[in-house]
């Protein structure tokens, strides 16, 4: 079992920035893909970011490239997103995820097997 606590979140004017964090529990952590989707009210579940399991290789949608990056620390088995120049259409809620295996499409929420329980970042203008 594998559980997933998101942490970081808050209130932020447009233009600032959140560090995002995923503690993970469990010991198939480190070889996992890990990423993170955002779901703000009234919409789906979309795709944000993502990174392999060895932290070489990330992955972000058109709408974050540039202002977010992804890292992980398999040591402490923590995913990090930093948002930086964040804007109001961000606001939502995150979460950090685990890929079921290595040939699951990444930007797919069915990729996904453990889920955390999310944290709201508001964006205001």
């Known amino acids: 079992q594998v559980q997933l606590v998101e942490s970081g979140g808050g209130l932020v004017q447009a233009g600032g920035s959140l560090r995002l964090s995923c503690a993970a529990s469990?010991?198939?952590?480190?070889?996992?893909?890990m990423g993170w989707f955002r779901q703000a009210p009234g919409k789906e579940r979309e795709f944000v970011a993502a990174?392999?399991?060895?932290?070489?290789?990330?992955y972000y949608s058109d709408f974050v490239k540039g202002r977010f990056t992804v890292s992980r620390d398999n040591a402490k088995n923590t995913v990090y997103l930093q948002m930086n120049s964040l804007k109001p259409e961000d606001t939502a809620v995150y979460y950090c995820?685990?890929?079921?295996?290595?040939?699951?499409?990444?930007?797919?929420?069915?990729?996904?097997?453990?889920w955390g329980s999310g944290t709201q970042v508001t964006v205001s203008s």
């Open positions: 995820a685990r890929r079921r295996g290595p040939y699951f499409d990444l930007r797919e929420t069915t990729s996904y097997d453990f």
């Open positions: 469990g010991r198939t952590f480190s070889s996992a893909a």
């Open positions: 990174i392999l399991w060895d932290g070489d290789s990330t």
